[in-house]
């Protein structure tokens, strides 16, 4: 027996795929590499912090962003915005504070091999404390976040 959606199955037709391409139903899996140092944007924040993103996807169906923040920076960073951030390597302190207040701060440490959820509205400072960068891959809904430097790379 199969469950779930009634067009499931090896007697869907021709039509059916067709119709549901048209109504946005995706047919296939994108799979991505994760981006090389080839892919990445490098700048200054306003408060000088280096910082490294690498976008494989920015649209309609989401974000998906590798973050590289390097050893000693500090960083505050504001989301409008959920989002999953797994850490990839190196180690972090992150002190934050949740809307719509902001009245209490917590501190917490991570590193490589933990993620973390950041719902809409809270505030993380970071300071990095490993000597190596401090990677994290990030993800969350569609929010087409505006980066300076190369346009992203499209899904």
């Known amino acids: 027996m199969t469950y779930g959606y009634p067009w ?3 007697d869907i037709t021709e039509d059916m795929k067709k119709l549901l391409v ?14 090389g140092d080839d892919k990445f944007v490098r700048f200054r924040t306003v408060k000088g912090t280096a910082y490294g993103a690498g976008f494989q996807v920015n649209d309609d169906r989401g974000f998906v ?20 951030q797994l850490v990839l390597s190196g180690e972090a302190e992150i002190t934050y504070s949740f809307a719509p ?15 973390y959820f950041v719902p809409a509205g809270a505030q993380l400072h ?11 891959f990030c993800t969350g ?10 346009s992203p790379i499209k899904g």
């Not at 048209?22 to 296939?28: D, F, P, Q, S």
């Not at 970071?126 to 994290?136: N, V």
């Not at 809904?141 to 190369?150: M, Q």
């Open 8 to 10: 499931r199955g090896p």
């Open 22 to 35: 048209e109504e946005g139903y995706r047919t296939e899996l994108d799979v991505h590499d994760l981006p």
């Open 65 to 84: 962003i590798v973050e590289e923040f390097g050893p000693g920076e500090e960083i505050t960073w504001d989301f409008v915005h959920d989002e999953l």
């Open 101 to 115: 207040l902001h009245l209490e701060r917590k501190t917490v440490r991570v590193k490589a091999g933990q993620f």
């Open 126 to 136: 970071f300071k990095i404390l490993s000597k190596e960068a401090y990677r994290k």
């Open 141 to 150: 809904p569609a929010f087409k976040i505006p980066y300076p430097g190369k």
